[in-house]
């Protein structure tokens, strides 16, 4: 007994010396080293290819103010390579000035391209730099990224890797569709019935959208596309802007006027919006807006401001984007690449940033970097966030890659402009289809 | 319990102590820590100052530089083309630009001293798409005011820059009297503000600076600031409210500081932030990991190692505790066992004494009572002799037992015969073998060497209480054999003796045969309890064998008896016995124990002798006579004594009726022969001889008879020659002078007394050589005792009396007591109570002149 006693009080201090120690020697390093340690087992299917000890700097170039998600990559690429600076530098007016920042000892080595760039010769420089990131010897994993977002130039190279993917839809509050018992609309027919539902309960306007011309795309892009699928042979009369091809927007501008009609639209309302991308998101927040027409870039603001709106934060509210239609049909997905980037061959570390392009461009990451900037990622995995979770359900053949329909810029803009004079009652929709060709933004 | 308890409050002690001065050094170490990260952060926090101060002077020079452009601008009318020239012509770093441009309309063009990119001639700069990084009606325009614009990318080379702006008026290049404003931009890579900021020291290598403005967004930012705007990074990785918002950045615009955050990798940082004094609204911000700032002060190692030596001590204590504990226990253990041995010690002894006291002192009284009754008083004398004897024996092995055990037993070793030895053991076992008619056998084997070099004494002790303890606890009739076998010895110059005593008795328990050597233990037995023991004979012999290097083995099965076995190495004495030959001597032996035939015919041939030997008597009849038909006798028939058919004195007798059965005869007997003495020599028979025979007494024995020189062994008691002699006695006590004059007396011997050794020496010194014949000297005297007495005796300066022989007579009994008392100069020792046998052999001595 006496023994017994005696040897547990040993234990017993043994133990708390242990424990102490154990205690005492765990410190902030040792713990975030635990964090590191499961993200890289996260992590487990990329592997260094170059000396994890090597020092150098890679800057990124793009035309966001505010890249925290990117910036989170880094962070994780850093669990790899700990000594390689990464920074993101916002680029002023980027689209016209990247051009000339490639050709100064500045140039980062990695820097936004987007599709558009393509069809402008302002922006030769932008691809005269660009790798081929399709060359099997750099080892970056582009099957992981939908093929409709592929872009490769008349070489077959693909001079930029999606990172982001663009898509319209309509941001839903689902609870205010549950309180009216509103199904979500998947055809125009439910829309105009969901609008009238919820201008008969009295709410401001059943759809939000903020009423500039640039804005309108995000109504007349799904009818424009598709009719152009529909018929191929109408797509270089657009392109070359002929008049005659304005006919070819009658369809979405009467959908269009339609909607102002019954009421879809309260242009009173939108017209109270002083900044198109932050005051939609908070207006939304307000919680008596159903629905509100944006891109997956306002989309994407909304998780910031959650914690901005006090309406939000008072009364919290399930929402999402989805698929927007003015068809019977069914919503398609017009996918195209939102951010795409490039890699400057003449950079001073080329080697070290298509490693991190290859540690970048994988499911995982690329998943990661979209929850993160809450955009749509350009992988496969559609339902990765619940926000853009709907876009899910739409069916792979009503999936359109823009790019392949091959609409020009120029082509979008007389769209928006023309559905923006139409529904702002500015003019009829016939003079808006004899004014093809000559909008501008 | 008590002590149980004891323990574990001490234990609990420990263990609270330990565990206190861990936590003491683990406090301390922490806060000497935070005192460290205090520090630190002052440090860092005024090194963040200084950046401050570098930061503010750099953008009041570049300021400057762009304040005396626009004072000599606006000093007289110049055209666009004018200012620029004047700009270009001042312009020294090649990295600088300067850019004029219009704000008079929305154009927010102008020209830059430098050409675009990629061009040679084209300086024509607009600021449309982005705009001015600054709005003209927030510059200040007195001297000495910053003008910064945010940190843009310059449209003329993509380069993220500075402006340092200020305005000023034009003259319109077309119409000379008409003015236009204009902003001039003096532009400057952010690139060139960052190098400024380096750091004295390698100690904030990993430390990153950015520049923020009034809203927190960064002008300037390190790779780890996150977000465009700092507040927004803040808020990313750490909690704060719409308050704490404000009021950060309230503290950001206004004072400098410091505050810890988590970053983007949820490390800790320490942000140390100063405002720019010379552009309100800036602020400079210093970032650094928390890791990378300090370095853990707290020596783990040391508070490790402290945890370890504590446990080490406590575990070290408790185990040292509970072993001295145990000591403790065990000595106490001990201590009482001794006290109780002490006890039992004291009442054994109290019983044991008081036993044979009790006789003498009841028989003393009945003998008084009966002096008129002859047979009563000799009886009760007789009886109270053999108390007295038990009495004495029990005093000399309590003495005895307490030299072993208290280690003071030493060994004292003389020349001495085996032979003698073995003689008076079977002597001393004689009686009782006859008083229980044992049938007692002692048997010699091979004993070659007689002088052997041990303590006799202790030899003898030991063979003498085996031998007792067999015939004490035989039953009458019984049987005890006996045999002494000399063998040859692995050690050299020595001869093993192995003493084997074999009893028919009744034998030990397994349990009694555990601890029989120990002190006072004797058999549970009521068989036992009649027969008289101390309890310490087996204790002392066994002690002694021990020390004598031998062993002592026991064989005993209870109700069958016991059988001892002794091995002893003795070395063998140098003395050179006498030359012994009986050449030419036909011997005839005649004993039924075929042992005993064949050893003492294997003595008679060393002794070159011719045996014959016969296994019976009327064998050795037939053989005597055979012998004569043939005209020829034996020299000398030696007859064992008891033999089955017909005893040794019947053989004898015979034999003498035979012709030719004149040889002399020798009797072998294992006995006490006195009683067939004279029967024996009534039929014919010369001589006497004990067994064990031993070849020297068995040569003397015959050599005797031979040359007619036989001595009666009832000779040994006749001590008619030394009567007459003169003895002086220093004895103190009058009973033990008077005990001694009377036994002297009786042999006709005269005593003198001398009260102590002074007197005696005092004596012997004022006689005349021969007056004494020897001195008898008590040890222990008043006035000068018996060493310092024998030591002044033998330096007188008659060398007739310094050299007369002195025996001690002491109660100091011990071998040590008897080698004081040699080293002194007395020639012989003999321990009180005094038997007369003893004292009249050295009185015998003496006469001989052996001493």
Known sequence: MKKSVVRCLSVLSIAILLVALVACGGSPESSGSGTSTEQASEQKSFAPSLDTATKCSISVAGGYDNFEALEAEFDKFNEYYPDVELSYTKLDDYNNIVSTTLNTDNAPDIYFAFDYMLDGDQYNAVFEHAEDLSDPALGIDLSCVRPSLLCKDDAGACPMAPIF??????????????????????????????CDAFNKAGYPTPILCYNEASAYGNLVGEIMYTDAVKNPETVEKLNALDPSAGEYMRPVLEKISDMVKQGCINLDVCNELEDGYNALILRFFEGDIPMALCSADTASGTAKRESQSEAFVAHPFAY??????????????LDKPSVQFAVNKEGKNLDMANE??????????????????????????????GVYAPFSTIDSSRIISTREV???????????????????????????????????? | MQTANRRYLIVLVNVAVMIGIIGFVSLYAQRAANDSIASEVNQFETSTVTLERVTANYLEGEQDICDVWANYINSRPMTIDEAVSFIRSS???????????????DSLEGLSTRPKMGTKDDYVVSYKAIGLPMRPDKMVEQDGAINVSR??????????????????TLADSRDASKMREAVLLRVIPTERLEEKWVFPSDRYKDAEVALIDIDSNYIIKGRDYKNNNFVEFYKSYNKIDVAGVEELKERLATQSGSFFMLNSRDKECLIAYAPISANQGWTILKYIEMSNLHQSTIDWFLVFGVACALLFLLVFDMTFMNWFNARLNEAAKEAEAANRAKSDFLSTMSHDIRTPMNAILGLTTIAKRSVDDPAVVKDSLHKI???????????????????????????????????????????????????KSIDFHFRINAVEHEYLFADQLRINQVLINILSNALKYTEPHGSVAVDLQELTSDAPDKVRLVYRVADTGMGMSEEFMEHMYESFSRQTDSRVNSVQGTGLGLAITKQMVDLMGGTIECASKLNEGTTFTVTLDVPIAEHEGEEMTLESVDALLVDDDEAQLETARYMLNALDAHVEVASSGAQALEMVRAKHSLNNGYGIVIVDWKMPDMDGVEVVRRMRTLDGGQAPTILISAYDWSDIEESAKEAGADGFISKPMFKTTLYRAINERLHLSATSAAGEDDHSDIAGMHVLVAEDNDINWEIIEMLLEMHGIEATRAENGQVAVDLLASSSPGDYDLVFMDVQMPVMNGVEATKAIRVLPDGRISTIPIIATTADAFSEDVAKCMDAGMNGHIAKPLDIKVVLKEIGKVKEGKL
């Not at chain 2, 312009?91 to 309309?105: F, K, M």
């Not at chain 2, 940190?151 to 000023?168: D, R």
């Open chain 1, 165 to 194: 993917a663009g898509v319209s839809g309509i941001l839903v509050n689902e609870d205010l569709f549950d309180k009216e018992k509103v199904n979500i609309p998947t055809t125009y027919d439910e829309l105009l019935a969901a």
């Open chain 2, 91 to 105: 312009h020294v770093s090649p990295d600088n630009a300067a850019h004029i441009v219009l704000t008079d309309d």
């Open chain 1, 406 to 441: 091959g609409l020009s810029d120029d082509v979008t803009i007389q769209y928006r402009v023309a559905a923006y004079e139409v529904a702002n009652g500015k003019t009829s929709i016939d003079k808006a289809i004899a004014g093809f060709g000559k909008y501008k933004l």
């Open chain 1, 356 to 385: 991190f392009m290859r540690f970048l461009v994988s499911p995982q990451e690329l998943n990661d970097i979209a929850r993160a900037k809450r955009l749509i990622t350009v992988t496969p995995d559609l339902a990765y966030d």
């Open chain 2, 385 to 435: 002799g053999l108390a007295s004897n038990h009495l004495l024996t029990l005093i000399n092995d309590i003495l005895d037992i307490s030299k072993v055990e208290s280690g003071k037993l030493s060994l004292t070793p003389v020349t001495f015969s085996i032979v003698e030895v073995t003689e008076n053991l079977v002597n001393i076992s004689q009686p009782m073998v006859k008083d």
């Open chain 2, 151 to 168: 940190s843009y990318t310059n449209p003329f080379n993509g380069i993220q820059s500075l402006a340092f702006c200020n305005k000023i």
């Open chain 1, 320 to 333: 999402a984007l989805h698929p927007f239609t003015l068809t019977n049909e069914g919503a398609c997905l």
